[in-house]
Antibody, heavy 122, light 110 residues
Framework: EVQLLESGGGLVQPGGSLRLTCAASGISLNANAMSWVRQAPGKGLEWVSGISGSGTRTHYAGSVKGRFTISRDRSKNTVSLQLNSLRVEDTALYFC???????????????WGQGTLVTVSS | QSALTQPASVSGSPGQSITISCTGTSSDVGTFNLVSWYQQHPGKAPKLMIYEDTERPSGVSYRFSGSKSGNTASLTISGLQAEDEADYYCCSYRTGDTYVFGTGTKVTVL
């Protein structure tokens, strides 16, 4: 069974940092691009960031560019998202998701984790 | 980065067909055949229902179909069933190697 498991969420003050990690079981993530998608409480989905299968190409939504950094560890079969300079509006459930291809250019992700909750509040 | 536009809600009776629209621009929906659709039940992760405008992943019911005309993509659910009640989101590749989701549509089975 394919499973993606996110971890690292929690409560943090505005301006603080968190590191989210996505681990996979039942599947290798190394051939596919990966994305992080977030969902604020009661709101819709927002694509946040993506990384190619090789890890050499990274992409960000305008709302997080310069504050978030995506990376992957092919030896550990994991993908991470470093969240810096957090704002109240970054509060959301963060999902990791596997892209259908090796690059962030298919427009579709086919496997999703259950998400990890990030709450930014003073 | 503005989201793709979807109706907030669509409803139908069991057995009927409904269609959800997703309007973008020439930077996303109108240029690339890369629109996907997701179903999300409350408290659950989204599930891929359609990719590349019209393709259905293995295991997804034939009652779900996708289409596109110009800058607007559509998801049609035929033979509506109670289990189809959920939120639905479109997503498109956008110029610059980013993805953009739609605003989401709540489907209610009357």
């Amino acid at each position: 069974e394919v499973q993606l498991l996110e971890s690292g969420g929690g409560l943090v003050q505005p301006g603080g940092s968190l590191r989210l990690t996505c681990a996979a079981s039942g599947i290798s993530l190394n051939a596919n691009a990966m994305s992080w998608v977030r969902q604020a409480p009661g709101k819709g989905l927002e694509w946040v960031s993506g990384i190619s299968g090789s890890g050499t190409r990274t992409h960000y939504a305008g709302s997080v560019k310069g504050r978030f950094t995506i990376s992957r560890d092919r030896s550990k079969n994991t993908v991470s998202l470093q969240l810096n300079s957090l704002r109240v509006e970054d509060t959301a459930l963060y999902f990791c998701a596997r892209d259908r291809g090796a690059l962030v250019d298919t427009g579709a992700v086919d496997y999703w984790g259950q998400g990890t909750l990030v709450t930014v509040s003073s | 980065q503005s989201a793709l536009t979807q109706p907030a809600s669509v409803s139908g009776s069991p057995g009927q067909s409904i269609t959800i629209s997703c309007t973008g621009t020439s930077s996303d929906v109108g240029t690339f055949n890369l629109v996907s659709w997701y179903q999300q039940h409350p408290g659950k992760a989204p599930k891929l229902m359609i990719y590349e405008d019209t393709e259905r992943p293995s295991g997804v019911s034939y009652r779900f179909s996708g289409s596109k005309s110009g800058n607007t993509a559509s998801l049609t659910i035929s033979g509506l069933q109670a289990e189809d009640e959920a939120d639905y989101y479109c997503c498109s590749y956008r110029t610059g190697d980013t993805y953009v989701f739609g605003t989401g549509t709540k489907v209610t089975v009357l």
